[in-house]
Structures are given as C-alpha cells and as structure tokens.
C-alpha cells in the first residue's frame, strides 16, 4: 500500500491472513487515484517547467529530497527496519521515518511487514509482489490492486519502537509535510514554492517510485545470479545505481541480514557507505556481516549441478 497504513488493533496478531494476503479481483482506488494524480502532475510540471523554467535551487531540493527520502527507505525502513542488519541512535531513526515517510510507500510498521512477507514467500502465493506474476504485477500492479487485510505477527518487535508507532499512527500527516509542505515551505525562501513542490515534491516522487519499483521488479526479472538459484532475485547494477545499492538482489536474496547489498568494493552501494560512516561516528552499531567464507561457500554451492 503507498498511501495510508492501515490500523493497528487488537485483532492484528490473527494468523488467518494467509494465502488471502492479497487480493487481485479489488482494486485499491485510493492508490490507483493517487499514483495517477502524482503522475499527471509530474508530467504537467515538466511541460510547465518549458515554459516557466524552475528556480535552479528548487531543481537542487528534488535531488536533496530523493536522496534523503530514498536512503530512509533503503537505510531506514529496509536494512534497519525489516531486517534489523544494525542498531543506530534514535536520531537517525527519526531522520528515517521523516524521510522515509517523504517517500510516500505507507508506513515503516507496514512497509517492513510486507518485506518480511516477501522475503518468508518470495516466488510463492504469499509473496505481495511475486514476480511470476509478471513485471507489471511485481513492479506496481499489487500496489493498485491489493485491499487484504494486513497481519502484523511479523512485525512485533518494531511495535515495541515507540518512534515507529508514532509514525504509523501519525502516517498520514507526516506523508503530506514532508513530500508537499516543506519542500513548498522551503521554496519561498527563494521566491519559487510552487516550483519546489513540483520537483521536490511530484517529480521527485515519481522518479523514487519507480526506482524503488524495479527493485520487485526488474531486479527479479533481468541480471546475474552468483549466488543462489533457489529465488528470481537477481543482481542487477542499474537497479543499484537508481536505488542507492539495492540492486545486489541475489545476494540480498541469500544473505538478508548483512547490512550490506554490494560486498565488493567496486559495488556502488551508497547506503552501505552511510551506514559505515555512521558506525565510525558511533551513531550506528551492531552492524551484521556475513562471513567471507561462507558468501564463498554460497558461490561453490550455486556452481554445483542440482
């Protein structure tokens, strides 16, 4: 879901959200209506940005809001959230989940619940964004289509997080501050808000949809497999170089807990870089690597016939 997080109630825990996770037969139109709205909007600011050019300092703030929001998703919501690969100070938590929510890709509660259910099933019925359903389905059909109720079982520990609670509740709110209102807020202080809130805003949206999209998508569908055939996860280096180090899928695949996508040191994996920069400032710890030997042990397994 990419708008608003469902509610977190007493009947959460109920392990009857199975098999009927999602549901292709009922569109989600707040989705739908939203992504189309976004996307509208971003292709009229481009023609409008023809006519008008944008300040170039409100073009500057849609790389700085990509940039902040895409590593809350891959630094925040996926390598310390939905696989708890390093601990970090509650101030870059809350940089995270501010961010993270600029990404407009639903809570971190319910954002980490889906990937933990996609990594439990990928490739299978449980699995949110299946790729062999297609690349259609993986990259943004489940997100238009799927209205099931949400099972948070999965996610326990992060409710006992009273910062991830409170942007869960407050999900929504957040959502519209930091991907409409500041950038528009930041945009007066050089005479062009409309053109911040374009850019920052719609444009820089669309581009971080998509992006992250591929990931479930293309990533699963088009690249290199080196260390495990068992998933359709793949590595892939443009997905890497659009999603600050996500596209080292298959290892990712095979080694979830690392906090590191690409483990060569030419691999570009910028939330790799952030997370260490961090660790050397001590504002992040417990950071968990996989041992050489067995990432190598992996790579002779996937060589031997099956």
Not at 109 to 121: C, E, N
Not at 146 to 162: H, I, T, W
């Amino acid at each position: 879901m990419t708008v608003q997080p469902p509610s977190v109630d007493g009947r959460r825990h109920s392990q009857t959200v199975q098999a009927s996770f999602r549901s292709k037969s009922s569109p989600n139109c707040l989705n739908t209506w939203f992504l189309a709205a976004v996307h509208l909007v971003g292709a009229a600011a481009l023609v409008w940005a023809t006519v008008y050019p944008p300040a170039w300092l409100s073009v500057a703030l849609g790389f700085v809001w990509y940039w902040c929001s895409g590593l809350s998703i891959t630094g925040g919501y996926h390598r310390l959230f939905a696989h708890r690969s390093y601990r970090c100070s509650r101030l870059i938590s809350a940089f995270y989940l501010l961010f993270g929510a600029a990404a407009v890709q639903n809570s971190s509660l319910a954002w980490a619940s889906d990937h933990r259910r996609h990594h439990a099933h990928t490739d299978r019925d449980d699995d949110p964004y299946d790729a062999r359903q297609g690349l259609w389905w993986s990259h943004v059909g489940w997100v238009l289509q799927r209205e099931a109720p949400y099972d948070y079982s999965n996610v326990r520990d992060l409710e006992g997080d009273r910062l991830v609670m409170l942007q869960h509740e407050w999900y929504l709110l957040i959502a519209v501050v930091m991907a409409g209102l500041v950038p528009a807020i930041l945009g007066l202080a050089w005479g062009d808000p409309l053109g911040a809130f374009l850019w920052a805003g719609c444009l820089r949206l669309v581009a971080q949809y998509h992006s992250t999209f591929a990931i479930n998508s293309v990533a699963h569908r088009f690249g290199r497999r080196p260390y495990s055939h068992s998933t359709s996860a793949r590595d892939n280096a443009l997905v890497a170089l659009l999603t600050m180090g996500e596209g080292y899928h298959n290892f990712h695949h095979r080694f979830p807990s690392d906090f590191r996508n690409g483990i060569r040191w030419r691999d570009y994996d910028p939330t790799k870089w952030l997370v260490c920069a961090l660790a050397a400032v001590r504002l992040a710890w417990g950071l968990k690597r996989t041992p050489p030997e067995v990432i190598a042990r992996a790579k002779r397994e996937r060589l031997q016939p099956t």
